[in-house]
Every structure is written in C-alpha cells, then in structure tokens.
C-alpha cells in the first residue's frame, strides 16, 4: 500500500526505540517533579517502557517467556502501586504534605 | 497499515509521556498516564500479545490508575510548587533532550542487526490459552510465589493505611 516515505511495516527496533525515549521520559520525571505522586506515576511509566521491550524481543524470538515476564511486572507492579499508596498515605496523615523535599528525615 | 497504527500509537504514548512530566497537576498526569497504557496496549495487540494487551487495560489502565486516581483525590493534592528553573535548562534542555533520542534510535538501529518488519498476526503464541499453558508448566514456581507476594503486600497495605496517627 502505498504510503509515501512510510514502509508498509515498521522493524522491531522502532518498537524498541519507543520503550527507550519511554523509559527515559520516566526518568526526567522521576527527578525533576517535586510531587510524590507523580514521582510514583512515573515509576510506573518506567516498568511500562521495559514490558514493550519484553514484548517486542518476544516477537522477534518468536517464544512467550516475554509475555509472561512481562504480566509478571505488572503483578509486581499492583502490589508496589498498593503498598506504596499506602505509604504516600501514611505521611501524608502524619505531615499534611506531599512535597519530597519536606519529607528528609532521613537527610538530617 | 502496521506502519501507520505503529506510527499513531508510538506518538500518542509518547505525547501523553511528555504531558506526564510536564504537567504540574497530579490528575492531568493521572489522565496522560492512562493514556499512555492505552497506547501500549494497542502496541502490543500489534506485537501479537492478546492476553497482555487485555491484561494492560485491565491491571494497569484499569485497577492500578483507579487507585492512584482516588488517592490523588482523597488527598485532595493541588498543583505543585513552580520549580526553579536556570535558563541554562530553560533553552538547552529541550534540544539535547532531543539529540539524546536521537542518539538512542542511532544506537538501537545500529546495534539490532536487520531483522523482518512486525506484521500483525505473525506471532500466535501470545493468545490465552498460550500464556496459560507456559504459566502453568514451566513459570509455575513463580506464579505461586506471586500469590504469596500479593497476599503481603495487601497484608502490607492494610496495616500501613489503618496506622493511627498519635
């Protein structure tokens, strides 16, 4: 099908490409917000990336352990989304902020 | 058409990616982080991978999103302090951001050796009863261990969460 420059399918390293500037992406937000929550979120975002990278090398290994690594991740994920939030909401009870900066108990 | 839908999805998950950090509101990122895993999701219905694009929408867009979504709420979180920004950040971050990217597609295109474009339904061993049958023969071990894990960790959560402050 003609589509100009576009080729009628795209390799697999394009797919990886994309998990790599997700992954990165993760990381700048990882450290530039200030907010614990959406630090959170973008540790999710993170474990996101990686999964597209399982699932793409399990396509071109043309096996499933990918797949299954990667619900692993998201099993694992559930249950750091359920204690973290659980932690998020701990201090926050106990010090009425969500800022990172103001939580360094440990700092001192 | 792959290349088309690959295209389509690759930008959406990567400007919603760009929203998530750029957006100072914590639902605004909430939002852009669903759609994130949307996106993803139709990746991998692009890659062959039915139950784990299923399993994506229901786990992650599904359950895990509904429970940042309500905590943001419960919590009642407003938009974050403005940071402080040099201008050095101001007007180079965005260029060597993008020729960091850049550098990272040179890479993975020169190091991944030339392997056959993803066409849609070239790949059948993702299907359910697939995953199934790997789950429950040779990942068994794991599997199990994965449910004890659960298990603590809403052990984990309820004792964290029910904490009374003194």
Known sequence: MPLGPLPAAVPPSWYLTLSAILFALGVLGFLLRRNIITVFMSIELMLNAVNLSFVTFSYVLKRNDGHIFSFF???????????????????FKNRQTLEIDEVSSLKN | MDALLFMIFAAIAVICGINLVV????????????GVMGALAALYLLLGGEFIAAAQLVVYAGAIMVLFVFV????????EKKMVVRPLGKYLGAPFLLIF???????????LPASSPVVFGAFQGGTAAEIGRSL????????????????????GAIVLARKEVD
């Open chain 2, 136 to 155: 429950f023969t040779v990942y068994l071990l794991p599997f199990e261990v994965t449910s004890v894990l659960i298990l603590i960790a809403i052990l």
């Open chain 2, 23 to 34: 957006q100072t509101h914590p639902i605004s990122s909430a939002l852009s982080l669903v």
């Open chain 1, 73 to 91: 991740v998201m099993v694992v994920a559930a249950a750091e989304a359920a204690v973290g939030l659980a932690i998020i909401l701990t201090v």
């Open chain 2, 72 to 79: 943001i709420m419960l919590l009642n979180a407003g938009t």
């Open chain 2, 101 to 111: 990217f850049g550098m990272i597609a040179y890479m993975i295109q020169r190091i």
